[in-house]
Each structure stands twice: as C-alpha cells, then as structure tokens.
C-alpha cells in the first residue's frame, strides 16, 4: 500500500521557506517533494486557504510562509491538507455479515481510532517553530563538526 507523504513533505518545504524569505516557485518545491508543481500547487492552494503560506505573481514570484512559526502545530498543517488517512491498515469490509468478523472490525476499530486521536493531539502540541530549532541545533552540530574536523586537518 502506497503512503501518504504530504504531510512530510509539506513540512519539509515549509521549514525551507521559513529559513530563506525569499519567494520559492513550484518547480523548485516540487523538486524538494519529489512531485509535480501540479501537485503542489494543489497542496500550496489548501495552505493559502488557510493563510499558512501567500503567493506571488509574476517573476521573481512564488510562494511565501505567510505563518508565524510558533502559532502553527502540525495538527494545523494536517488539517490543511484535508486531513489524510494516518494508518495503513483497516478493517478487511466495513460491513461484515460474519460476527467473527464483527469482532475483529470491533476491536480494531477502537484500537485504530485511539491510535489516530493519540497522534492528532501530539500533531496540535508540535509547532513549526519546535521543528525549526531542532533543524537549527543538527545544523550548528554539523557546522561545529566540520569546524573540528577541518581544524584537525590542518
């Protein structure tokens, strides 16, 4: 089964655009997702929509974070982008005549629903601006590394 990765990708592009201000067209965010600008362009809409990002026209154009990065959750992102499925698995029929199968749709149904409300409320407790300063502490470790690594090379 294919999984959804718009949620990881829409982030990913998003904390690009939040470290450089300037516009980012859809060919090139495309490329970052590994999509079409079709594609984006749709997802980028739903945002807009939302006012988590703006467009510009013409050249030079592109789209823009319009967010601030603290306010906005991941929970905000996911419903955005309609709110996609979050678990591969389900029930084998929806509306089975076989009451062992009854029992099993029931017991997985509560499990998977809890599942997803669990990752939903921890989607609401984690804020672009969290994923921003873990972006920013791995990219100064990386920065200091190689500091120390060209340093012991000379």
């Known amino acids: ?3 959804d990765s718009r949620l990881s990708g829409v ?7 939040a470290e450089d201000d300037t516009p980012k067209t859809s060919e090139a965010l ?5 999509t079409n600008p079709v594609v984006v362009r749709r997802i980028m809409a739903g945002l807009r929509e939302q006012g988590l990002v703006h467009s510009e026209k013409g050249h ?8 601030d990065l603290k306010k906005v ?4 992102i996911y419903e955005a982008l309609g709110e996609p499925d979050i678990l591969a698995m389900g029930n084998r029929t929806d509306m ?13 149904g509560k499990a998977f629903d809890e599942a ?5 409320r921890r989607f609401g ?12 502490t791995r990219f100064k470790g990386q920065r200091d590394k190689f500091k120390l690594e060209k340093a012991h090379d000379d």
């Open 73 to 76: 959750t991941l929970r905000d």
């Open 11 to 17: 982030l990913h592009v998003l904390l690009h655009m």
């Open 125 to 136: 407790e984690v804020t672009l601006a969290m994923l921003s300063a873990d972006f920013n």
């Open 1 to 3: 089964m294919r999984r």
């Open 96 to 108: 089975p005549g076989c009451l062992v199968e009854q029992a099993v749709n029931a017991a997985l």
């Open 30 to 34: 495309a490329r970052a997702m590994c």
């Open 60 to 67: 030079g154009g592109g789209w823009r974070i319009a967010c």
């Open 116 to 120: 997803e409300e669990l990752l939903v």
